[in-house]
């Protein structure tokens, strides 16, 4: 599988990653939330040792246990969408196990024992299917999970039961934005089974215009038939996107090249930048390079900058906790650095 960030990929293709994720838990043990701290790392033992089992798997994946990590590295594995904000609550008993690509992350202990996610570039719901049912197999060959022949797999949430899968896309649609036609679009999905989220999943808000689109159902319908039904689902945003685009170019020429140029201007000189500010500009700048309005700008470095200027991974990548203020300086000085490269 090809990592959404190392892919710059169709400049057409508004669909950054596709991700399948499989909840599953160990027979006769308690859920996450109920676990005692030992009993917990316990698990995380149990899991581990099931996974390395696989052939030269110690080449490719390693373990990190969260109640070693300092509060700022978890929070840069959550930035870069490896681990999830309820993993970050159980800390000092969850880990994950995550390979050198970070393509692929087991959660432990999450809401669920297992939480195992695979994500890969634009729209291949099929390759992190496949990819995540390898693996979900050989843990089902080593650990009896929690399972019900009329239910299906039992999740600690009831939402869950059924395959435990949920299959989402990470989506940009800055035109449906600029016409407000979101809540349109939330009102539809919800009608056939499906949600919209921002772009930290569950709980997160909408952040530069990305959502994130996956199956609210996942009792009573095979896994093919999930993904199928998101496929479906997210072509016809994406025809929607498409069809909003041609209609404020067409309407808009001028105003459109004019905002999306004054943005990528504001990303290369600007002293200050917050999150989210950050965030808007990029997308106003990725719209360009979609519609095919800005040339000289890779969407690689678009999803980099996405993922590295969020708070906790700047701080990483300048080594040192930085105040509100130097976040802002060190944001605008790093996207300034990294766009003027560009000729």
């Known amino acids: 599988m090809k990592s959404w960030l190392e892919t710059s990929g169709d400049n057409k293709d508004i669909v950054l990653s596709s991700r399948i994720r499989f909840a599953r838990n160990i027979k006769d043990v308690a859920f996450p939330h109920k676990l005692k701290e030992s ?141 407000n036609e979101m809540n349109g679009i939330l009102n539809a999905l919800t009608q056939v089974g499906m949600t919209i989220r921002g772009l930290y999943g569950e709980g997160s808000k909408a952040s530069g215009n990305i959502y994130q689109i996956s199956n609210q159902i996942t009792l009573g319908l095979s896994e093919k038939e999930i993904i199928d039904n998101l496929k479906a689902v997210v072509n016809q945003i994406i025809n929607e996107e498409n069809l909003a685009r041609k209609k404020i170019f067409n309407n808009y020429k001028y105003e459109l090249e004019d905002k999306l140029y004054r943005s990528l201007g504001i990303l290369k000189s600007a002293i200050l930048l917050d999150t989210a500010e950050c965030l808007n500009l990029l997308s106003d700048v990725r719209f360009g390079v979609e519609m095919g309005i800005i040339k000289d700008v890779d969407k690689k470095l678009l999803n980099e900058l996405m993922v590295d200027t969020q708070p906790a991974m700047l701080q990483k990548l300048y080594g040192e906790k930085l105040s509100d203020k130097l976040k802002s300086v060190n944001r605008a000085k790093l996207v300034r650095e990294k766009l003027l490269k560009i000729k």
């Open 39 to 179: 009993q917990g790392r316990d698990v995380v033992n149990k899991i581990e040792e099931a996974f390395y089992n696989l052939p030269n798997i110690e080449e490719e994946y390693a373990t990190f246990y969260l109640w070693q990590l300092e509060s700022i590295d978890s929070t840069a594995y959550l930035e870069k969408h490896l681990i999830s904000n309820k993993l970050l609550l159980n800390g000092n008993k969850a880990a994950f196990i995550a390979n050198k690509d970070e393509t692929v992350s087991i959660m432990i202990n999450e809401e669920d024992h297992i939480r195992l996610q695979c994500i890969t570039s634009g729209l291949n719901l099929e390759d992190a299917y496949e990819f995540a049912e390898k693996i979900d197999n050989f843990f089902e060959e080593k650990i009896d999970y929690a399972f019900e022949e009329r239910l299906g797999y039992l999740t600690a949430c009831p939402t869950n039961i059924g395959t435990g899968m949920r299959a989402s896309v990470m989506i940009h649609l800055p035109a449906l934005s600029m016409n």
